[in-house]
């Protein structure tokens, strides 16, 4: 029986067979797969290897290239702890030193400059707290504590000055870390104020001065060569070569700025007795003629004021010749460079309150001197002299 199927008659002769001849290749060679792409993202590469090492079941893997890359992560491991480890100990804990001491020498600072009335200073809380937020040294360093210390230091300052005024304009300026006193008049308080950084102020504390007269009884050497008078603003110093527990050794006046408010001779200096003589020898031949002239004064001081008072002399002419009497005699000493080194002077002085006692204990020691900044007319013009061109 003819089962073959009749041709189309639309269709070409052969078509069929070449249809069929396709359809067998095809089902005989397997279509080939789409390739993957290589373009894989390193993270991507990452994970695909990661997935290899973590699901050796899945992935067929030898035993040989399992240890290969078991050894390469060890060894990654290792370099990456090696690394941590010097990053450690060469960097980071060396900057975490620097940056330790770093705060802790600024904030030393701070606590310096912000002492005493500052201490609790708004300025004195901000930079603390900046110093504590720095992340590395050089930051800290950076921070500019002396410029804000300063202004905070002179504002204050000058509220305390105008605060603490005796009713003569003067202030006396105490310093913290040393038992010294300063009286001094308030616009050269200012002066000290305007010409000093913190690194002074903070160490200077101004108050109303609380003063006593003292009198004192020392010899010409200890009262500034005699050459002091009423009105003369010395400085104190104590002895250095001397043994007693109360003198100190110091290059620095214990007082500064005392006011000798009297000064007093021994009596002595006040007794005179001057005489004066002229010897004269005239010749005519054989026969000769002496002639001698002679003056003599003698007379007391005191007894001449006693006399005025009294109306025994002309109280107004006794007075204006005798006037300052014991200081043009100290002073005609020093120009014929001659004098009386035996002196005792009697003096009152005005000093601190609180320094009544050291001046007591050490009358024996004590050195009075003339500050040059308030010398006499006679030792400026001294000075002057000997430097002028």
């Known amino acids: 029986m003819n089962t073959k199927k009749p041709r189309d008659p639309l269709y070409p002769r052969g078509f069929e067979e070449t249809q069929e001849l396709k359809k067998q ?21 990452l994970n695909r290897k ?21 050894g390469v992560i060890i060894t990654t491991l290792i370099l990456l702890t090696l690394i941590i480890t010097a990053y450690y100990f060469i960097i980071y804990e060396p900057s975490q030193e620097a940056l330790s001491l770093a705060k802790t020498t600024k904030l030393n600072e701070l606590h310096e ?28 360093e950076s921070i500019n504590v002396l410029t804000p210390a300063t202004k905070d230091w002179k504002d204050h300052h000058k509220q305390s000055i105008n605060l603490h005024q005796d009713k003569y304009n ?25 010409e000093n950084d913190a690194k002074i102020l903070s ?46 050794n110091s290059t620095s006046p214990e007082i500064r700025g005392c006011t000798v408010i009297s000064i007093m001779r021994y009596e002595e200096n006040g007794e005179i007795n001057s005489e004066y003589s002229k010897s004269k020898m005239n010749v005519d031949g054989n026969s000769t003629d002496p002639h001698e002239d002679t003056d003599r004064f003698s007379s007391d001081v005191l007894e001449m004021i006693k006399g005025a008072i009294i109306n025994g002399y002309d109280e107004k002419k006794t007075f204006e010749m005798l006037d300052d009497y014991g200081v043009k005699l100290s002073n005609y000493e020093r120009q014929i460079n001659l ?19 050291f001046i007591l204990n050490n009358m024996e020691n004590i050195v009075l001197t003339i500050p040059t900044s308030d010398a006499p007319d006679w030792m400026v013009e001294e000075i002057s002299s000997t430097y002028e061109n």
């Open 25 to 45: 290749i095809s089902s005989e060679l397997q279509k080939p797969s789409k390739k993957e792409e290589d373009e894989l993202t390193p993270l991507k590469k």
């Open 50 to 70: 990661i997935g290899i090492y973590l699901s050796p079941k899945s992935i067929d893997i030898t035993d040989n290239e399992r240890k290969r890359k078991i």
């Open 113 to 140: 400059l912000y002492s005493g009335a500052l201490t609790d200073s708004p300025n004195a809380l901000l930079l603390e707290n900046q110093i504590n937020d720095g992340k590395d040294a050089h930051e800290v």
């Open 170 to 194: 003067r202030t006396m300026a105490t310093y913290e870390n040393e038992s010294k006193s300063t009286i001094i008049p308030a616009y050269e308080a200012m002066e000290i104020v305007n």
């Open 203 to 248: 160490q200077i504390k101004f108050e109303e001065p609380n003063t006593v007269s003292v009198p004192i009884l020392v010899s010409r050497l200890q009262a500034g060569a005699g050459l002091v008078k009423e009105g003369s603003v010395v400085d104190i110093y104590a002895n250095s070569n001397s043994t007693s527990e109360n003198a100190t």
């Open 339 to 357: 004098g009386d080194l035996d002196a005792q002077y009697m003096l009152l002085i005005e000093t601190p309150q609180d320094k009544v006692s």
